[in-house]
């Protein structure tokens, strides 16, 4: 006779790593996503800062004047905002879904659900992400400002030190409502699409890696769409510097939109929308993407 053997317990099962799982995945597909994104992420704030021409022409002159590498400007804090920011942004709305799913008895969530669940998960992600976010645009936007007034930062640790010893604790969280508010945006029309897409297309018996492909690049749409007004009002607020008189040109969001509206009207908001779009469309299918690869994988080796 021989005795029943222990049930061994998969790592699906282990209740610490369902708890980390959603929040590990998210910040390796961000993490991804941005390495292959980085170059188009320095055109795409020297266009916000005034550069003239296209972004295959501002892309050569930064190539030609300040080497290749510049073009990874910023990569460290590039990485931390996604290893803080989109590990959180992702997991929170994993855990929103799951939840919401529960709540429905497993059925499919109304768009207005989908929408709301992307909201929460980008303003609570984005508080997390605010002091790399800030760092990343003042590494990026150091070669635009004159010789005698760049801050030279050697990385993301010597950028948070800077910014913390010229403006204590509070100067990593500058623009942080912005940046909040434009994640709520971006997530919302990045995360609800990409359900809502995904959704339809299996509806139509569309599944798979072409449902993931075509489903990533309706929300890099939307996501784009959604948010650029207010990454353009974060980054005019980020890159400011204190005039003589130690004030600054914007007091706060509502003077940037105010001062912003009235210099060039509603348009003035999507100054850049190819390059945000190419920018930020290919980075939200990346994420995306690498994260479905990632549970796919993990889902064929039972974890």
Request: some cysteine.
């Given at each position: 006779h021989v005795?029943?053997?222990?049930?061994?317990?998969?790592?699906?099962?282990n209740?610490?790593?369902?708890?980390?799982?959603?929040?590990l995945?998210?910040?390796?597909?961000?993490?991804?996503?941005?390495?292959?994104?980085?170059?188009?992420?320095?055109v795409?704030?020297?266009?916000?800062?005034?550069a003239?021409?296209?972004?295959?022409?501002v892309?050569s002159a930064?190539i030609?004047?300040?080497?290749f590498?510049?073009?990874?400007?910023?990569?460290?804090?590039?990485?931390l905002?996604?290893?803080?920011y989109?590990?959180?942004?992702?997991?929170?709305?994993?855990?929103i879904v799951?939840?919401?799913?529960e709540?429905?008895?497993?059925?499919?969530?109304p768009?207005?659900?989908?929408?709301?669940a992307?909201?929460?998960?980008?303003?609570?992600?984005a508080i997390?992400?605010?002091?790399?976010?800030?760092?990343l645009?003042?590494?990026?936007?150091d070669?635009t400002?004159?010789?005698?007034?760049?801050?030279?930062?050697?990385?993301?640790?010597?950028?948070?030190?800077?910014i913390?010893?010229?403006?204590?604790?509070?100067g990593?969280?500058?623009?942080?409502?912005?940046?909040?508010?434009?994640?709520?945006?971006?997530n919302c029309?990045?995360?609800?699409a990409?359900?809502?897409?995904?959704?339809?297309?299996?509806?139509n018996?569309?599944?798979?890696f072409?449902?993931?492909?075509?489903?990533?690049?309706?929300?890099?749409?939307?996501a784009?769409?959604f948010?650029?007004?207010?990454d353009?009002?974060k980054?005019?607020?980020?890159?400011q510097?204190?005039?003589?008189d130690?004030t600054?040109q914007?007091k706060?969001?509502?003077?940037?939109?105010?001062?912003?509206?009235?210099?060039g009207?509603p348009?003035?908001?999507?100054?850049?929308?190819?390059?945000?779009?190419v920018?930020?469309a290919p980075h939200?299918?990346?994420t995306?993407?690498?994260?479905?690869?990632i549970n796919?994988?993990q889902?064929?080796?039972?974890?």
């Open positions: 005795p029943p053997q222990p049930k061994t317990m998969s790592l699906a099962d209740s610490t790593w369902k708890a980390v799982k959603p929040f995945n998210g910040g390796l597909s961000g993490m991804g996503a941005t390495c292959i994104i980085q170059p188009l992420d320095i795409k704030v020297r266009l916000q800062l005034g003239t021409g296209g972004p295959i022409s892309a930064i030609k004047n300040e080497g590498g510049t073009l990874y400007t910023g990569i460290s804090a590039g990485l905002r996604q290893a803080t989109t590990t959180a942004r992702l997991g929170i709305h994993a855990k799951d939840f919401l799913l709540q429905n008895k497993g059925a499919p969530l768009l207005l659900q989908k929408a709301g992307g909201l929460a998960a980008g303003g609570l992600g997390f992400g605010s002091p790399a976010d800030l760092s645009i003042r590494m990026q936007a070669g400002l004159p010789a005698a007034e760049r801050r030279n930062y050697t990385g993301v640790v010597h950028a948070l030190s800077d913390v010893k010229k403006d204590g604790v509070g990593l969280f500058v623009g942080a409502p912005t940046t909040a508010v434009r994640a709520m945006a971006l029309g990045m995360l609800a990409n359900d809502q897409a995904k959704e339809m297309m299996k509806e018996g569309v599944t798979g072409t449902a993931t492909v075509g489903a990533s690049s309706i929300a890099g749409f939307f784009s769409f948010s650029l007004p207010f353009y009002v980054t005019q607020l980020q890159k510097k204190p005039k003589p130690g600054y914007f706060g969001f509502l003077d940037c939109v105010g001062q912003t509206m009235k210099a009207g348009m003035k908001f999507y100054t850049g929308f190819p390059t945000y779009y920018r930020i939200a299918m990346f995306l993407i690498i994260l479905d690869q796919a994988t889902k064929a080796y039972g974890a």
